[in-house]
């Protein structure tokens, strides 16, 4: 290809300047030897490609990265999904030195891990923070040569510099330097973003995240985390390019850790029918017991099938129960106390 026209490129443009691919005819593409990127998470993201994880505030995204950083680089299960053990650089540029740290600690302390020498890097950015595009010559050379897995960048508002995270041509100018970094170091690259002001069920999950839609169409892995109508649990909704979809499912915050609740139900987010929180209090849990008593077991099912009571929930409210002194135990089956409350509708 003809590359006499670079010659009139400003000087400064071509310091940067990045020769193109060829165009390459059909069958030389279809007979070319390649092999897919290896993954870093099964079924949710490859080496090379970017992920965004979108929440609310205050919804535990730089614990979720946090667990998805040590997970990696352990080898570790993160939310059920296998990772592929690697090296990983978290780039922090909102938390201080001390509390990052003690987060690492907390989460590999509850996760049970070991992270192995050499297998996780820290570039702690707080104070620091500047376009992306001015710290990619020294991030280039802090990562060289490190055949990095898998790169956190948190939280991207910090990286925008003087864009404007509303304008479509800027974010699209920042998460190309986000490729650049994929491109450049092979790894996959994440970062977090928040989800703009207003009711987050009324609107698709693509489109929750704030700022220019250019957030939602450009990863290619999209992880969202919309709260649930129980406390402390949200509905996480993948958008996958490269991968078969994925049910939406609900993890709950049980500190330091974000873990699956099987038992919750993924539809139900909070303020989609636009009523308050779902609540469930002793009594209703205690109804159940007023046809048979039951084993813990068949109580918790029982629960779950009549109230869609999670796991967590019916251990709170049984330990209420237990406290209150409205159950009694014997052969391994709950009966419900009778109280002059109790008894008046039966």
Same mark, same amino acid.
């Given at each position: 290809?003809?590359?006499?026209w670079?010659?009139?490129?400003?000087?400064?443009?071509?310091k940067?300047?990045v020769p193109l691919?060829?165009?390459?005819?059909?069958? @030389?593409?279809a007979?070319?030897?390649m092999n897919p990127p /290896?993954?870093?998470?099964?079924?949710?993201?490859?080496? +090379?490609?970017?992920?965004?994880?979108?929440?609310g505030?205050?919804?535990?995204k730089?614990w979720t990265?946090?667990?998805?950083?040590?997970?990696?680089a352990?080898?570790?299960p993160?939310?059920g999904?296998e990772t592929?053990?690697?090296?990983?650089? %978290?780039?922090n540029?909102e938390?201080?030195e %001390?509390?990052?740290? @003690?987060?690492c600690?907390d989460?590999?302390q509850?996760?049970?891990i070991?992270i192995?020498?050499?297998n996780?890097?820290?570039?702690?950015?707080?104070?620091?923070?500047a376009?992306?595009?001015?710290?990619?010559?020294? =991030?280039a050379d802090?990562?060289?040569? =490190?055949?990095l *897995?898998l790169?956190v960048?948190?939280?991207i508002y910090?990286?925008?510099?003087?864009? /404007?995270?509303n304008?479509?041509g800027?974010?699209?100018?920042?998460?190309n330097?986000?490729?650049?970094?994929?491109?450049?170091? +092979?790894a996959?690259?994440?970062?977090?973003s928040h989800?703009?002001k207003?009711?987050?069920?009324?609107?698709?999950s693509?489109?929750?995240i704030?700022?220019s839609?250019?957030?939602?169409r450009?990863?290619?892995?999209i992880?969202?985390?919309?709260?649930h109508q129980?406390e402390?649990?949200y509905v996480?909704?993948p958008?996958?390019?490269?991968f078969?979809p994925?049910?939406?499912?609900?993890?709950?915050?049980?500190?330091?850790?974000m873990?699956r609740?099987? +038992?919750a /139900?993924?539809?139900?987010l909070?303020g989609a029918?636009?009523?308050?929180p779902?609540?469930f209090d002793?009594?209703? =849990?205690?109804?159940?017991? /007023?046809v048979?008593? =039951?084993?813990?077991?068949?109580?918790?099912e029982?629960?779950? @099938?009549?109230l869609?009571?999670s796991e967590?929930?019916f251990?709170?409210l049984?330990?209420?129960?237990?406290?209150n +002194?409205?159950?009694? @135990?014997?052969?391994?089956?709950f009966?419900?106390?009778?109280?002059p409350?109790? *008894?008046?509708g039966?």
């Open positions: 290809m003809n590359e006499t670079t010659e009139e490129m400003p000087e400064t443009e071509k940067d300047f691919p060829p165009v390459v005819e059909w069958q @030389q593409f007979s070319k030897n /290896d993954t870093v998470v099964s079924g949710i993201l490859h080496r +090379g490609s970017k992920m965004v994880l979108g929440g505030s205050k919804s535990f730089t990265l946090v667990d998805l950083a040590l997970s990696v352990c080898g570790a993160w939310w999904f592929q053990q690697g090296k990983v650089c %978290y780039i540029l938390i201080q %001390y509390f990052f740290r @003690q987060r600690m989460v590999a509850a996760k049970e070991i192995p020498p050499g996780l890097f820290v570039w702690n950015l707080r104070g620091h923070a376009d992306l595009s001015s710290i990619q010559s020294q =991030l802090e990562l060289k040569g =490190l055949d *897995s790169i960048v948190d939280p910090k990286v925008l510099g003087a864009r /404007d995270e304008n479509a800027e974010v699209a100018g920042m998460l330097e986000i490729e650049k970094l994929a491109i450049k170091t +092979g996959a690259v994440v970062f977090g989800f703009a207003g009711n987050p069920a009324a609107k698709d693509i489109d929750r704030s700022g839609g250019v957030f939602a450009d990863p290619d892995t992880l969202t985390l919309t709260r129980e402390n649990r996480v909704e958008i996958l390019r490269n078969p994925v049910t939406p499912f609900v993890v709950q915050w049980l500190h330091p850790l873990t609740d099987e +038992g /139900d993924a539809t139900e909070r029918k636009g009523g308050r779902k609540k002793v009594d209703a =849990l205690l109804c159940i017991l /007023d048979n008593p =039951l084993t813990r077991k068949d109580w918790a029982a629960a779950l @099938q009549i869609c009571m967590a929930t251990k709170r049984l330990a209420e129960a237990r406290e +002194g409205l159950v009694e @135990q014997s052969d391994h089956r009966r419900r106390v009778k109280t409350d109790s *008894s008046k039966s």
